[in-house]
Nanobody
Framework: QVQLVESGGGLVQAGGSLRLSCAAA????????MAWFRQAPGKEREFVAS????????YYADSVKGRFTISRDNAKNTLYLQMSSLKPEDTAVYYC????????????????WGQGTQVTVSS
């Protein structure tokens, strides 16, 4: 059983940056592909980025490519999302998720989820 806890959300002006963290406990972290999803008010949860267990492969939604960077520190059992050039449309609750096996954009494939952290980007 893996527990995931996100942190680092907050209020930021458009054009600013934030780094989200997701601390994992209860499993062998590098066995798990990890991902970030987000859910904006009134919208369905959507894929943001994912990373393989080793960190060697990363994938991004087109909407964040070039602005967000997903990374992981397996020694610290922590997943990160560095967000830059933030836009008001990035406002959402951000969730980290994990699964055994290869990375994927499909949220139903992820077994473990954090509680989410709010990111608000003001214009």
């Amino acid at each position: 059983q893996v527990q995931l806890v996100e942190s680092g959300g907050g209020l930021v002006q458009a054009g600013g940056s934030l780094r989200l963290s997701c601390a994992a406990a209860g499993g062998t972290f590098n066995n798990y592909a990890m991902a970030w999803f987000r859910q904006a008010p009134g919208k369905e949860r959507e894929f943001v980025a994912s990373i393989s267990g080793s960190g060697g492969s990363t994938y991004y939604a087109d909407s964040v490519k070039g602005r967000f960077t997903i990374s992981r520190d397996n020694a610290k059992n922590t997943l990160y999302l560095q967000m830059s050039s933030l836009k008001p449309e990035d406002t959402a609750v951000y969730y980290c998720a994990g699964r055994l096996g290869p990375t994927t954009k499909i949220q139903s494939a992820y077994t473990y989820w954090g509680q989410g952290t709010q990111v608000t980007v003001s214009s």
